[in-house]
C-alpha cells in the first residue's frame, strides 16, 4: 500500500481527539489528577506503536497498567486487540540489557535448562543474555519511566511493536489493565478508484500501487490476480498485522476495529 494516513485518537477521560504525539502528553494531565484521591499503589502508562525501524506508521495504543498485573497481561492484551491470528509465539526485549552473547557455550546452557525443563531458570538465562524480559514479571519490577522495550508477534512474519513508558503513578487501577486511547480507523481509500473506503487488502500485492480495495474494485482485482480470488482477500482492520498470516481482527474494542466511516459533507 502507497497511503500514508496520519491518526488520531479519543480521550478515554474526556472523549476530544488528538494526534499520535498530542494524546500522551494529555493523557498524563488526566492521569497525573487522579493521582491526588487515587487507591494507593502503583501504576504505568505505556504507549505502544509500531517499531520506527518499519518507517512511521500511525497505530497507536496508550494503556494504563496496573504494577500487579504481569508482563504476561499487556502480551495477551496486545494479542486481542492488534496481532492473534494462530498462537505465534511472541517476547518483549530490552535492547539495551542485551549482553554480548556468550556464543556456544550460552546455547548450551539453554539447551541444558530447556531439557529439564526449568522454565524459571531459562527465563532467568534469557533475560540477563539477551534482555528478553520474562512475561512472568510483574510490571511494576519490569517498567520505569523512559524505559524502551521492543515487542515481537510472531518469529516468521514478525509484527513489531516499540513499548515506551511514558509516566510511573502511585495509584492502582482499577482493572489490570485500562485502554486509555487508540488510534481511530484509518482513512484508508481504495486504491483503484480512490473514492470509497477500503474494506479489503489483497495480502499477496500489498507492497504494490493498488493493495486495498473498495467492494467494486475488489472484484476487479480478483480478475487479474488469482491469489486475490482464492486466499489472499484480507478484511481492513485497525492493527499493523492488516493483511499478515491469517489476521482478521481483534477481540476486544471491536467497534473500532473495523473500515473508517467516510465523513459526509454538505
Ligand atoms: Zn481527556
Ligand atoms: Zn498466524
Ligand atoms: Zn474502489
Ligand atoms: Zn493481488
Not at 41 to 54: A, D, L, T
Not at 86 to 95: A, K, L, R, V, W
Not at 183 to 207: H, Q, R, W, Y
Request: glycine letters at 8%; hydrophobic letters at 30%; proline letters at 3%.
Amino acid at each position: 500500500m502507497s497511503q500514508k494516513t496520519a491518526s488520531s485518537g479519543k480521550c478515554i477521560f474526556c472523549n476530544e481527539s488528538f494526534t499520535k504525539t498530542g494524546i500522551t502528553k494529555h493523557l498524563n494531565t488526566h492521569l497525573a489528577e487522579k493521582t491526588k484521591d487515587g487507591k494507593p499503589g502503583k501504576s504505568i502508562h505505556v504507549k505502544i506503536e509500531v517499531n520506527p525501524k518499519w518507517g512511521a506508521l500511525p497505530y497507536f495504543i496508550n494503556l494504563w497498567v496496573d504494577g500487579n498485573s504481569s508482563m504476561g497481561d499487556i502480551d495477551i492484551f496486545l494479542r486481542q486487540i492488534w496481532l492473534e491470528c494462530c498462537g505465534h509465539m511472541s517476547s518483549f526485549t530490552n535492547q539495551k540489557a542485551q549482553k554480548k552473547s556468550g556464543g556456544l557455550w550460552d546455547f548450551f546452557e539453554a539447551g541444558v535448562i530447556l531439557e529439564k525443563e526449568n522454565t524459571k531458570e531459562y527465563e532467568k538465562l534469557m533475560e540477563t543474555q539477551n534482555g528478553e524480559v520474562p512475561k512472568s514479571k510483574k510490571t511494576k519490577d519490569a517498567l520505569y519511566k523512559n524505559l524502551k522495550l521492543d515487542y515481537q508477534y510472531d518469529f516468521g512474519s514478525t509484527t513489531e511493536l516499540l513499548l515506551t513508558v511514558m509516566e510511573e503513578y502511585p495509584i492502582a487501577t482499577k482493572e489490570k489493565i485500562v485502554l486509555l486511547s487508540r488510534n481511530e480507523p484509518l482513512e484508508i481509500f481504495c486504491e483503484t478508484c480512490g473514492k470509497e473506503p477500503a474494506s479489503l487488502v489483497c495480502a499477496v500485492c500489498m507492497g504494490d500501487e493498488e493493495s486495498a480495495f473498495c467492494k467494486a474494485c475488489a472484484k476487479k482485482h480478483g480478475k487479474t490476480c488469482s491469489d486475490f480470488k482464492d486466499y489472499a482477500a484480507m478484511p481492513v482492520v485497525n492493527s499493523p498485522r492488516m493483511g499478515v498470516c491469517a489476521y482478521e481482527g481483534g477481540r476486544i474494542d471491536k467497534k473500532r476495529d473495523g473500515v473508517f466511516i467516510k465523513k459526509v459533507t454538505t
